[in-house]
């Protein structure tokens, strides 16, 4: 079956612009996460939704991120008024249980 | 709070030679404990992952790894190293299926003939 699926695959963006960041998670996978991957570190936490409920913002780094998963499928990771720092690797994983598996990643960059 | 350390973020070994890639985490309750292995320009692949059981696990391409509790450690290991294990290895740990995973800085693993 296919795996996590995300797009683009890279987005550069001028300062200022909005961006948005689509994931497909695998099939009937009820959980959904985003995390932030700058160049060098371990990815960090975003955001989880289960189902189509946001059970957990607490890493969105500020009010510019919002993200959605309106049907419980789909997820868009939207970013406004991107920032130079915003320049990462935003990776999606889904899950069933403990296990989580990663998409390929949307590689960002803020010029 | 609970964070995950991975000594040493380069790690160069020879080919045949083993590899010892080391993890520790803090909490005072034991975690799931994931190793994940990341290509360049591609997402994160599961290795191996300890839950509950055996202490000693296996994973896909010849790596294992032992859950240590009064080490509080996670180490991942192989016995002889080949060219194509060249790529970045991440520890993570959550604390029950379904929460967020908190990852170590990486460890690059470099293989030289």
């Known amino acids: 079956g296919a795996g996590v699926s995300q797009s683009p695959r890279y987005k550069v963006a001028k300062r200022g612009q909005d961006v948005a960041l689509r994931c497909d998670p695998i099939?009937?996978?009820?959980?959904l996460f985003w995390y932030q991957q700058a160049l060098g570190q371990g990815p960090e936490f975003l955001t989880y939704?289960?189902?189509?409920?946001?059970?957990?913002k607490s890493g969105l780094p500020s009010d510019r991120f919002f993200a959605e998963r309106p049907e419980g499928s789909v997820s868009t990771l939207k970013i406004q008024r991107t920032q130079q720092e915003d320049s990462a690797v935003y990776l999606c994983?889904?899950?069933?249980?403990?296990?989580?598996?990663f998409g390929p990643g949307t590689r960002l960059l803020v010029l | 709070a609970q964070s995950v350390t991975q000594l040493g973020s380069h790690v160069s070994v020879s080919e045949g030679a083993l590899v010892l890639l080391r993890c520790n985490y803090s909490s005072s309750v034991p975690p799931y404990l994931f190793w994940y292995v990341q290509y360049p320009n591609q997402g994160l692949q599961l290795l191996l992952k300890?839950?509950?059981?055996a202490t000693l696990v296996k994973g896909i391409n010849g790596f294992e790894a032992e859950f240590k509790k009064s080490e509080t450690s996670f180490h991942l290991t192989k016995p002889s190293a080949h060219m194509s294990d060249a790529a970045e290895y991440f520890c993570a740990v959550t604390w029950g299926g379904g929460n967020k995973l908190t990852f170590g800085t990486g460890t690059q693993l470099k293989v030289e003939l």
């Open positions: 300890y839950t509950t059981g």
């Open positions: 994983a889904s899950s069933t249980g403990e296990t989580q598996y």
């Open positions: 939704f289960q189902n189509e409920a946001q059970l957990d």
């Open positions: 099939s009937g996978h009820v959980s």
